[in-house]
């Protein structure tokens, strides 16, 4: 009888004496069944306890609505293809290549590969965001007013753009670029310079022509991919470690997935608990379910595994007729579509959008009769980034858990585990295209030779259950298991902080909640430990060389933010790798490579080469520059103040409103190669980073903690805009209270949403 109760009446059963909440705010909500309580607690986290599935996604949406209509209705334009509507004519390229991405298959299909009730999820959760929409109408939020426009009413197909899951799974870029270093170098040098992991040789398909195939193609790709601009790779770890590590004896799971640090932020957390579900974590907010968190029985989390989802197929056309291209030795006729775009400021742009048997054609060279056309998984059904969510939020041990990945195909993850009963796993999640005689890292032509031959079953991607080391870890690193006898691809990120991660969780037992907060933080910087010892052999001619390269070797390699040695280390890096890669490298490979020049190269190149000038030579240039910056004192060289995140709002168009809604500069530690990923781009600035991390303690699911930057809510005025900010750029977390009775005593405001 118990079991049969709602997840409601469980929760307040559950709970030991009165409850001492806020006065409740009576929330009238179009197309409830039943009351729904929503208690936010002092983090801004909503807590929402409904009786019906139903119920509990509309208070979902209306919710994030709350926290973040305007962020959520750009991202809808940017994945319909609407931006030029509100921005005008710089959008229509972004809008075009859009619209070709938009899934077009059986419709049933789709919903129910994410899970058997996904519509019915979806069209709740929309209902809740549409009566958002309603109420705030004739007084939007400001960013509205700002732009002139108006939020308009959701359907649920806007949670099945696909332009959110193709900026994760861009291999076709990468296609290019080799394309291009091939054409210059050749497929044997090529390969040198950039090579495979796991070393293929480089084969140029039969019957390509190279010369062509340069950055025109990608164009509207990159445009779409970009940010959205209103002011005219990334990488994640996670590790899960079982009981006999953990001083608790159950296992602990962290996870902090690495995106663009942004203003409004990119996640959103919240609790759902109602029949069936009780999970809590952080997704995006324009999307229903929890992407990583817990539920009551397991934890998960993920970081990008990097399987090769694209490919640039090189299309034929006929010179007599356009429409038509060379497959299977026929011409055959491309599929036309025919939409109007409407455009701010002027008339309605017409688009013509075509298609071949490979899929949308995003470039065409009439000179060279060609097409362009993008095989992606996002044709395919079930590949709405994230949404598998909606299964995974219900497993309820590894069994149920490996099934539902089956339903996760967009991105690809790392997708790590644990459970109540002391179990931890891994799977390399995602829609895996099957290739036989090719590898992918060229574009192929579009004669029929080079063709998917179906999908890996989860069954057969790489996974574990329960290792003997007693812990699984990823971080973008090419985690292919010896002898593992499948492609999923060929580019990964550096193992650096890998290698990290996996030197302390080697290193002893009885791991706490506090000791993954440190290694979540942690700036030591192994390619530091391998480049300044090289110093021993140079030989300084002058008393600041000398100084410099004393006070490096005597450097514990921690990339602190207040370590002049590490703002030295970091200057002096960006001037060594490309010195030496100049000395080594013929520049037809370098002008290809561009920024794809690896330190890992460089580094064994200098241990090649005892005493190499290159190191003195920039390590004089990189003093140069820093006394330029921060003045001739290298006592007061800090690295965080060279490295700063700071969160730029796209509507900080003047003065005025940058005042009132950017927020920054913080300083920071650490760089692109520590477990504490802070990318320096231009200038040193961090641009992506951990906005979201989380530990999940199952001894305990209340000793689980989160931290998120800068705040829950996109709204300037409102508290929960930037309150998290100084949390996180401390390193410090908050709680991520889940028991009735932890929320209770954490809970700020009170909501009863009624029907």
């Keep these: 009888m118990r079991r049969a109760l709602p997840a409601l009446l469980l929760a307040l059963a559950s709970c030991a004496g009165p409850e001492r909440l806020p006065p409740a705010a009576d929330v009238p909500l179009r197309g409830l069944q039943r009351t729904v309580e929503v208690l936010r607690d002092r983090w801004g986290i909503p807590h929402v306890y409904a009786h019906t599935q139903r119920d509990l996604f509309t208070a979902q949406g209306y919710l994030a609505a709350t926290d973040r209509l305007w962020q959520m209705e750009m991202w809808r334009r940017a994945g319909e293809g609407r931006l030029a509507e509100v921005l005008g004519p710089s959008a229509i390229p972004r809008d075009r290549f859009a619209r070709l991405m938009k899934y077009r298959g059986d419709m049933e299909v789709e919903w129910t590969s994410y899970a058997p009730d996904a519509r019915e999820i979806i069209e709740a959760f929309v209902a809740g965001v549409n009566a958002r929409i309603d109420r705030v109408r004739h007084d939007p939020p400001v960013e509205f007013k700002l732009m002139g426009f108006a939020p308009e009413p959701w359907t649920p197909e806007v949670c099945l753009a696909r332009m959110a899951g193709y900026v994760m799974t861009r291999n076709a870029a990468n296609e290019v670029a080799r394309a291009q270093l091939v054409r210059a170098v050749g497929p044997e040098a090529a390969a040198r310079a950039w090579p495979p992991d796991p070393f293929v040789a480089l084969e140029v398909p039969r019957g390509l022509d190279l010369e062509g195939i340069d950055e025109r193609i990608l164009a509207d790709a990159r445009a779409a991919g970009a940010a959205i601009d ?61 992407a990583a968190g817990h539920n009551d029985r397991i934890a998960f989390g993920f970081t990008i595994v990097g399987i090769d989802q694209q490919d640039l197929y090189v299309e034929e056309l006929n010179p007599a007729n356009p429409l038509e291209y060379r497959h299977g030795g026929a011409w055959t006729s491309m599929k036309v579509l025919r939409e109007e775009l409407r455009v701010k400021g002027r008339a309605p742009e017409p688009l013509e959008l075509r298609f071949t048997v490979h899929g949308p054609v995003i470039h065409e060279d009439r000179a060279r009769n060609r097409a362009y056309a993008l095989r992606w998984v996002g044709t395919e059904p079930g590949t709405a980034g994230y949404l598998g969510c909606l299964s995974l939020n219900r497993a309820r041990d590894w069994a149920s858990f490996v099934r539902a990945l089956e339903r996760w195909k967009v991105p690809s993850e790392n997708m790590v585990y644990a459970d109540l009963d002391g179990n931890i796993g891994w799977v390399a999640a995602g829609l895996t295209p099957v290739r036989k005689g090719w590898s992918g890292l060229l574009p192929v032509p579009g004669t029929g030779d080079y063709e998917w031959q179906g999908f890996l079953p989860v069954a057969e991607l790489p996974q574990e259950f329960n290792p003997a080391r007693g812990y699984v870890a990823t971080a973008n690193h090419n985690i292919l298991p010896a002898g593992y006898p499948r492609a999923l691809g060929y580019e990964w990120a550096s193992d650096w902080r890998f290698r990290r991660i996996d030197e302390v969780l080697r290193s002893r037992r009885g791991f706490t909640v506090e000791d993954f907060q440190a290694l979540q933080h942690d700036e030591v910087s192994l390619p530091a430990r391998r480049l300044v010892p090289l110093l021993r052999a140079a030989r ?44 080594r490298a013929a520049p037809e490979t370098l002008q290809a490579l561009g920024t794809r020049r690896s330190l890992e190269q460089a580094i064994r190149w200098l241990e090649e080469s005892a005493g190499d000038p290159a190191l003195l030579e920039a390590l004089g240039e990189a003093l140069a520059e820093l006394r330029q910056r921060l003045g001739p004192d290298p006592s007061k060289w800090p690295w965080g103040a060279l490295h700063r995140a700071q969160f730029l709002h796209p509507l900080g168009r003047n003065e005025e409103l940058r005042a009132k809604l950017d927020r920054g500069p913080v300083p920071r530690g650490g760089d692109g190669n520590t477990v504490n990923n802070t990318g320096p781009g231009p200038d040193f600035r961090q641009v992506s980073g951990a906005s979201y991390r989380h530990i999940m303690d199952l001894s305990d699911w209340d000793r689980s903690v989160a931290t998120s930057v800068p705040g829950q809510s996109g709204d300037p005025a409102s508290p929960h805009y930037d309150d998290l900010l100084p949390l996180w750029a401390e390193g410090r977390y908050f709680p991520l209270v889940y028991s009735r009775a932890a929320v209770v005593r954490e809970t700020r405001e009170r909501i009863l949403l009624r029907p």
């Design 230 to 290: 209103l002011r005219k790779d990334e990488g994640s770890n996670n590790w899960t470690v079982s009981g006999a590590l953990t001083a608790t004896g159950k296992p602990i799971l962290a996870n902090d997935p690495h995106r663009t640090i942004a203003i409004p932020a990119l996640r959103w957390l919240c609790h759902l608990v109602g029949p069936g579900w009780n999970v809590i974590g952080a997704g995006e907010p324009a999307l229903p379910g929890v």
């Design 540 to 583: 300084p001619e002058t008393h600041e060389l000398r100084e410099a390269a004393g006070r490096l070797l005597a450097w514990d390699c921690t990339l602190g933010r207040d370590s002049s040695e590490a703002a030295i280390f970091e200057v002096w890096v960006r001037k060594l790798v490309p010195r030496v890669w100049a000395k």
